[in-house]
C-alpha cells in the first residue's frame, strides 16, 4: 500500500498499519540506515473519530500477537505535568485575564518539551516494557505544543524502539521544500526530514 493517506478506506489503512507494525523488519528497525525509527502515520482531520478507533481496535489486535504498545496521548501527559507541578489551577485561573498570546507563551514555557515534555515521555518509556510508542493527540496540543519540536527532542530518547506518531495532517516530501508537517492541512508546522510515512512502509 504505497499511497497517500488520505486515500483508501480507513478498514484498508487499518490492515495496513496492523500489517507493517506487527512486522519484524518494523519491530527490529531495519532498513532504516541511520535515521531514527520515527514513523509520521497522517491522516485527514475529518477523520479523527475514525482514526481514534483505529488506535484502539490495533493497539488491542497488536497486543492479542504479542506486540506491547504504550501509548501517550501528549493532551492527557500535558494535563499530568501541569498537575504533577501543582499548577493546573493557576493556569486555569490565569487564562480569562491574559490574551491568547500570553496564555499560549506561558503553557509553552511551563510544557517545554526539552525541559519537562521529554523527561515525562522518558520516565514512562522506563516504567513499562514495551515494543512499540504510539504517540497521538497532536492536534490537541497545538499550537503550544509543535510536533516537531517533540520529535527533534524525543531523538536521543526513543531510539530504541519504534515510535508512530498520529497525525491530523500532511506529511510531504518534494525537492522543492524538502519534508513538511502541516497538521489539520493547514498550518505549516515545520520542516522535519527524519521521520518515515508508515503509509510509504512495505509490510
Avoid at 46 to 51: I, L, P, R, T, Y
Avoid at 68 to 92: A, F, H, N, P
Avoid at 185 to 201: E, G, P, S, T
Wanted: net charge negative; glycine share 6%.
Amino acid at each position: 500500500m504505497n499511497k497517500d493517506s488520505n486515500t483508501g478506506s480507513m478498514q484498508e489503512r487499518f490492515q495496513h498499519l496492523f500489517d507493517v507494525i506487527s512486522g519484524q523488519r518494523f519491530l527490529k528497525m531495519q532498513g532504516l540506515g541511520n535515521e531514527v525509527p520515527f514513523f509520521i502515520c497522517p491522516y485527514s482531520p475529518q477523520n479523527s473519530v475514525e482514526m481514534s478507533r483505529i488506535q484502539g481496535q490495533l493497539v488491542n489486535r497488536l497486543e492479542q500477537i504479542g506486540v506491547r504498545v504504550l501509548k501517550i496521548d501528549l493532551y492527557d501527559l500535558s494535563i499530568e505535568i501541569l498537575k504533577g507541578r501543582d499548577i493546573l489551577e493557576q493556569i486555569i485561573e490565569i487564562e480569562s485575564s491574559v490574551s491568547k498570546e500570553e496564555f499560549g507563551e506561558l503553557l509553552q514555557g511551563v510544557l517545554d518539551p526539552e525541559a519537562h515534555l521529554i523527561p515525562a515521555i522518558a520516565a514512562k518509556l522506563a516504567s513499562i516494557d514495551f515494543d512499540v510508542l504510539f504517540l497521538t493527540g497532536v492536534g490537541k496540543v497545538f499550537p503550544y505544543i509543535r510536533s516537531h519540536n517533540v520529535l527533534n527532542n524525543l531523538q536521543s530518547t526513543a531510539k530504541d524502539k519504534p515510535t508512530v506518531m498520529f497525525f491530523p495532517g500532511a506529511y510531504t516530501h518534494s525537492l522543492e521544500s524538502g519534508a513538511s508537517l502541516d497538521l489539520f492541512c493547514r498550518f505549516h508546522d515545520d520542516k522535519y526530514y527524519r521521520a518515515f510515512n508508515i503509509f510509504h512502509c512495505e509490510a
